[in-house]
Each structure stands twice: as C-alpha cells, then as structure tokens.
C-alpha cells in the first residue's frame, strides 16, 4: 500500500459499473491506489458494493467522496439508471467516516479536467484551449452526463453540475423524426439522453431494422413479441467491421446527434472547449472523425465561425470519474481546513 498519510475512498458509480480506489489526502497528487471495477448487477445496493471493495483492500478511510449518476441536491439519492437509493446522512454513519462528499458523476469528471494529462486526450479540432473556461463537459454512457468547468488554473477552478442530457431531444431531417417519433411511442418523451447512451445505440439500431415501437421497453439482447434489441457493443462493432447497414447507419447517426448536442453545449454554456467522456466515444474516435459529427458541431447558422475556434477533444484516461472524485475531496478538505477556525 503506497503512502501513509490519511487515506480517501473515492467512488464513480455509474448505472452499470461502480469503480472505486484510495488516494492518499496528504500526498502531493491525486494518484489513485487500488482501482477496481465492480459491476452493479452484483450487489443490492451502493454500500454493499463499497464494502465489498473495502473489504477486499483491507482498508477503512475515514474520508469518501462518491460521484454518482443522479442530481445531488439533498440528503436523499436515487440514481437515474439504476434502482439504488440511500441516505447520505446514513451511509456516513454506517461506513464509519468522518466525512462523506457526494457529487455528480460528470461533475466529478469536470473536476478530473484540471489535472488530466496531454495523452489522457485525444484532440479532434479546434485551438488548444484547454487551459480556461467555461468548458463543457458531455458524454454518451449508460446515460449521457453534462456539467461546466469554470474558471482557470490561476484563479482557480468551480464546476457546475448539470441534468442537460435530460431536455428534450431536438430531431433534424426525417430519419431522426422517425427516431424521435419511435422513441417517445415507446417511452413517452424523447430526451436527449434516450438517444446518445448505450441503450439508445440498441433502439436506433431497432428503427433502422424496422424493429416497431412497443408499450414497454424490451432491453437490449432480450427477445420479444416484436423483434428485440441488439447489445450497443456488439452494433458498434458490426458498424466498425462495415458489414452490417444497419449498425452503419445507427453508429453515424449517433455520431451526427452527438455533433449537434456538442454544439448546443457550447452556446449554451459560452464555452471555449468541449470535453467528451463516458464510455462509449473512446471505443471509434476515428470513426467519430470520419462522421457527419463536426459538420453538425458547426451548423447553428449564424455562428459558425464562433464554433469554429472551439477546441473538441475526447477523454480516453481510464478512470476519469475516480480522478475527479479525488481532485475534488482533496479540493473539499482544503476549503474545511481553511474555514476551520
């Protein structure tokens, strides 16, 4: 076990995976110990879960900060994709800890921005302008995330956590009404999320196939009356081989609304860059770049040559929810020790 000084657990739980790892508070960087990976599928809840993975480090800090997949506004917590709940008030108390800091997951990741190296990114246009904000934080996973990081390295640096993957979704041309208009038979409401997240790649993919839209959702590999929904990797792999045409044309379709919903983020939020994150972009950027993606990026009228000075890059470094979630805890302890008479 490297370090000996007063050791964090930080956590980034997503609707499928929940990672967790220790980093040490008094070192002189957020380097992340013991990193681990647990699927949701496995526990009943989130404290099941981190027990597990504290037991199996051998180590109980006294110190947690765990970014979360929800909106975090008050004691209670109910992940989005996930039927997880719990009390934060009683969570701390039941893992012993002193203190307990619960964030968003994709504020986490805007907090990680700061200290992200050049090859934790890969660039894909624009100036390099990285290095102030506002830069908008977005990423397509088993939902899509969206948060602000403000301010520079001098001044220092806030974020704002947001729920902008969940305003309504915004179709242009007919093959995207089709989609939008399948969607929300199926669910209800079209969001943006339901269409740039791993389950939406599976429900495009259905209405390339013609797959018609039903009353209850039918998740993805499971048979029903209608036909049934592929798994999101297995179409993005199919759309990489170049065989299939349906997954062909979800991928770049996918990658079209991504464009546009980057777009939107910038004018939005004022911001000078664009991150994307979560796991699914890392796994084609070439495709990512060959698509129809920067094209839509730019096409907002009268602003074109505004988007055309912003810089776009994709996070490709592992873990950077953990990250974040430890820039952030040792960001927290500061500002405690200060305020501490």
Known sequence: MKGTGRLALVGDVGGTNARFALVDLDASDCTLQQAQTLRNDDFASLQHAIETYLAAVGQR????????????????????????????????????????????????????????????????????????????????GTGLGVALLVGDAAKGWNVVATEGGHVSFAPVGDEERMIEQWMTARHGRTSTERVLCGKGISEIDAVYRGVPAVASSVGPGEAGMHGSLRDPAEIVAAALDGHDVAARQTLARFCAMLGSVAGDCVLIHGAHSVVIAGGIVPRFIPFLRSSAFRER???????????????????????PGLLGAATAIRQFQISTAENTP
């Open 61 to 140: 800090p006294k110190y947690a900060a765990i970014a979360v997949a929800s909106p975090v506004s008050a004691d209670e917590i109910r992940l989005t994709n996930r039927a997880w709940s719990f009390s934060q008030r009683e969570m701390q108390a039941s893992l012993g800890l002193d203190a307990l800091h619960v964030i968003n997951d994709f504020g986490a990741i805007a907090w990680a921005i700061p200290t992200l190296q050049p090859q934790d990114y890969v660039r894909l246009f624009g100036p390099d302008n990285i290095k102030t904000g506002p830069i908008s934080v977005l990423g397509p």
């Open 297 to 319: 990026f730019l096409m907002k009228g009268r602003y074109v040559a505004y988007l055309e000075r912003i810089d776009v890059r994709v996070i490709v470094h592992p873990n």
